[in-house]
């Protein structure tokens, strides 16, 4: 590294610390915020389009990661059977964090290799096939009788049977 790069990047560095900290705050504190809310939501309208929302929207609107694991919870719930529905937690949880060591391995070396636009294009394509997965074959694990509308909830917010 030159003088001059140095030079500038002591300049630089303050404002990059505050601009990750901005960044850090919003993308914690509202997916937190949010993710209170979607286990009621998704009772209510379903959990497909949480699950859709979190790979289309920006995190900090949407929930991000904490809102995309409740879905996903949530979902397991519903489809599975009391008897392997932990097993589907488990599993869920191992490939969640297989998944997450694996890509922060192997982005270093396909960085080292090539550049960062190639990083972000196999992130993006991933993702998008990951949307496109859910879209596809992901269906809705609630009933339609059991997604709430407001015909069915009385004064007191209990579901009408």
Same mark, same amino acid.
């Given at each position: ?80 059977? @009391? ?6 937690? /488990? ?8 998944? #997450?060591?694996? !890509? &922060? =391995? ?23 096939? @990951? ?6 074959? /992901? ?8 997604? #709430?509308?407001? !015909? &069915? =909830? ?8």
């Amino acid at each position: 590294m030159t003088v001059k790069s140095q030079h500038i990047e002591t300049q630089i560095q303050p404002y990059v610390v505050k601009i990750l900290m901005a960044i850090s705050l919003l993308e914690s504190i509202i997916p937190a915020f949010v993710s209170l809310f979607i286990g009621p939501w998704s009772d209510k309208y379903g959990r497909r389009p949480i699950l859709l929302t979190t790979f289309s929207v920006p995190s900090v609107l949407s929930g991000g990661t904490c809102a995309l694991i409740t879905g996903i919870y949530c979902y397991i719930s519903d489809v599975a059977k @009391a008897k392997s529905r932990a097993l589907r937690m /488990v599993l869920n949880e191992a490939s969640l964090c297989a998944g #997450m060591m694996i !890509g &922060n =391995v192997l982005t270093g070396y396909i960085y080292e290799a090539t550049n960062a636009i190639t990083v972000f294009s196999i992130s993006s394509t991933l993702l998008f096939l @990951a949307l496109l997965y859910v879209y596809a074959f /992901v269906m809705e694990s609630l009933k339609p009788e059991q997604i #709430m509308t407001a !015909g &069915n =909830v009385d004064i007191n917010n209990s579901i009408k049977l």
